[in-house]
């Protein structure tokens, strides 16, 4: 049986500042909608994904900002990044891992990352993060030729 991942709950403080963060950043506005009880869902889906996310209020018991280092893929990463940065979000400097793979999860000062694109663009190598207004961080990461079997 396929299972697909359809959505992913973002735990958010405001939703309309939520709500202008993510159109601000071109993802299409799928539904904002209020129920019988009062309960706000808001949801946007990046351009290209086949997953949305979702916020608004009791939605979710979580922490605003507590979602970390949410996936986004992109063919390539300094396209992605400066398409970012021309509509005013802050993106962090794009990078890799000198070894392993911890480096591109946390801040900006973790520990083992190296400046620039992966050696040779390098497949699943290439990083940069940036954050939404309430703290839940989003990691780009340049995959140009899939695994097998993806």
């Not at 539904?31 to 351009?47: E, F, M």
């Not at 922490?63 to 990463?77: E, K, N, T």
């Amino acid at each position: 049986m396929d299972m697909k991942l359809e959505v992913i709950v973002i735990p958010v403080g405001d939703v309309d500042r939520a709500t202008e963060f993510y159109k601000k950043l071109g993802w299409r506005l799928d539904a904002d909608i209020v129920d019988n009880d009062g309960i706000r869902l808001v949801q946007l889906t990046p351009p290209g994904s086949g997953c949305s996310i979702q916020f608004g209020t009791a939605l979710s018991a979580a922490a605003p900002g507590s979602a970390q280092s949410v996936y986004l893929v992109v063919d390539d990463i300094d396209a992605a990044r400066d398409e970012l940065i021309g509509h005013g979000i802050d993106v962090g400097p794009v990078f890799h891992c000198e070894t392993g793979f911890a480096c591109r999860f946390g801040d900006d000062n973790t520990k083992g990352r190296s400046p620039g694109a992966a050696p040779e663009r390098a497949t699943y190598g290439s990083f940069a993060t940036f954050a939404d207004p309430d703290g839940n961080t989003w990691l780009l990461q340049e995959i140009t030729s899939r695994l097998p079997g993806r």
